[in-house]
């Protein structure tokens, strides 16, 4: 089974500008989230959605941070403009609901640097 | 006050000890206790997860709950190189969100 894919792996950037990562769930795992885990520090979810629909995105930061999952499937999350303390590991995980509980498989994330 | 409170260490001990990893909590409400593990460079991973109070056992490791106290503890019986790695301790809210502890980072050296 194909875990959960992210893309890009890594991203440098300048503050100010955009940028886009990808995420694409485990196949048939209809929740999805979104975690931001800044150097030594736990994961925090910044957006989770139950198939294209958002369950809790009080974390995320709405003035610069975007997140969305057409078709249920996969999902991106942007930020813009980018600040020097969204320096992070942006990190994907999804489940497939209804277990007890249910597991969150995580992606290897996109360490992204904001200079 | 953070809603869970994980030692970051870093923890160093030798091959064959036994290792005891701590986090506190302050929302009683939550039922499931989580414990990852995550390698330099990779996600986080399930190692383990306990539901309300007690002892879970899998292997060398134990993980444990005391709900009165709002300790959660994960302890490793002859520790291995291989399990250098930063240990994240969990609680698992009602709509599936996890609110992880700092992570404590172990280092097993042979």
């Known amino acids: 089974e194909a875990g959960v894919a992210q893309s890009p792996r890594y991203k440098i950037i300048e503050k100010r500008q955009s940028v886009a990562f990808w995420c694409n769930p485990i196949?048939?795992?209809?929740?999805l989230y979104w975690y931001q885990q800044i150097l030594g520090q736990g994961p925090k979810l910044l957006i989770q959605?139950?198939?294209?629909?958002?369950?809790?995105d009080s974390q995320l930061p709405k003035d610069r941070f975007s997140a969305e999952r057409l078709k249920g499937v996969d999902s991106t999350l942007k930020i813009q403009p980018a600040k020097l303390e969204d320096s992070a590991v942006y990190l994907c995980?999804?489940?497939?609901?209804?277990?007890?509980?249910?597991?969150?498989?995580f992606g290897p994330g996109t360490r992204l640097t904001v200079l | 006050q953070k809603e869970v409170e994980q030692d970051p260490g870093p923890l160093s001990v030798p091959e064959g000890a036994i290792v005891s990893l701590n986090c506190t909590y302050s929302?009683?409400?939550?039922?499931?206790f989580m414990w990852y593990r995550q390698y330099s460079r990779k996600g986080p991973e399930l190692l383990m997860y306990?539901?309300?109070?007690g002892n879970k056992e899998d292997g060398r490791f134990t993980a444990q709950v005391d709900k009165s106290s709002k300790y959660i503890s994960l302890f490793i019986r002859d520790s291995q190189p291989s399990d250098s790695a930063t240990y994240l301790c969990?609680?698992?809210?009602?709509?599936?969100?996890?609110?992880f502890g700092q992570g404590t980072t172990l280092q097993v050296k042979p």
């Open positions: 995980a999804s489940s497939f609901p209804g277990g007890s509980p249910d597991t969150q498989y």
């Open positions: 196949s048939g795992h209809a929740t």
């Open positions: 959605f139950q198939n294209n629909g958002v369950v809790d």
């Open positions: 929302n009683s409400a939550f039922q499931y």
């Open positions: 306990t539901y309300s109070s």
């Open positions: 969990a609680i698992r809210s009602n709509t599936g969100k996890l609110i």
